[in-house]
């Protein structure tokens, strides 16, 4: 019973690197979710996804891209890092919207310098 | 829209004394409300939830909010709080709306012994 997959738990980026964080649920999910976590500012959405092959973008999207083309994956691509993308991201995913808990991922911490 | 405010970013407490964490809600919905807690360098956990039954939510561990309309709170408590209750408590808001949940700030709480 794994529930919400995230990789890796830790990476250094240097400026202007690419790379892609990986979640993956098996509890047959359709709402998943990218939020990013900085101190003292709570967790901001950067994208979501309602179910397979629709995604949009939340607070913080801009930097970050999103792919969903399986019910389970829903992976968070940052293109150019920057600095201001430090942050630890989280990946979350509910059964359904409004009144259903959100199912968390433990977590990518990301250092770009 | 919908919004929530954290009203204090850290609460600090005598083990065994009581805890309160406040929370204040903005939503043109029937909002559901969350309470989640973060044990450092660790994923999400949900404490409990309201989604329009019982105002008086018990949640694990020993705490409960309670729903109060007039005054948009849903504020957490606990009657004794325990060394192990130290860690970062989120609100959050979610409504028919956005259906996007949206979290506070957060807030720490420290236990003394």
């Known amino acids: 019973n794994a529930g919400v997959t995230q990789t890796p738990k830790f990476r250094i980026l240097k400026i202007g690197q690419s790379m892609t964080l990986q979640c993956a649920q098996d509890m047959n999910h359709n709402y998943m979710y990218w939020y990013r976590q900085d101190p003292g500012m709570g967790l901001k959405l950067i994208y979501y996804?309602?179910?397979?092959?629709?995604?949009d973008k939340g607070e913080v999207p801009n930097g970050y891209n999103v792919s969903r083309s399986t019910t389970e994956d829903f992976p968070l691509r940052l293109e150019l890092a920057a600095p201001s993308q430090t942050s630890v991201y989280f990946c979350?995913?509910?059964?359904?919207?409004?009144?259903?808990?959100?199912?968390f991922g433990s977590g990518t911490q990301l250092s770009v310098l | 829209a919908q919004s929530v405010t954290q009203l204090d970013s850290h609460v600090s407490v005598s083990e065994g004394t009581p805890v309160l964490l406040r929370c204040n809600y903005s939503s043109s919905y029937s909002p559901s409300l969350f309470w989640y807690v973060q044990h450092p360098n660790k994923g999400l956990q949900l404490l409990l939830k309201y989604t329009s039954a019982a105002t008086l939510v018990k949640g694990i561990n020993g705490f409960e909010a309670e729903f109060k309309k007039s005054e948009t709170s849903f504020h957490l408590t606990k009657p004794s709080a325990h060394m192990s209750d130290a860690a970062e408590y989120f609100c959050?808001?979610?409504?028919?709306?956005?259906?996007?949940?949206?979290f506070g700030r957060g807030t720490s709480l420290i236990v003394h012994p």
């Open positions: 996804s309602v179910g397979a092959g629709i995604t």
């Open positions: 979350a995913s509910s059964y359904s919207q409004t009144n259903e808990k959100l199912f």
């Open positions: 959050v808001v979610s409504d028919g709306g956005s259906y996007i949940p949206t």
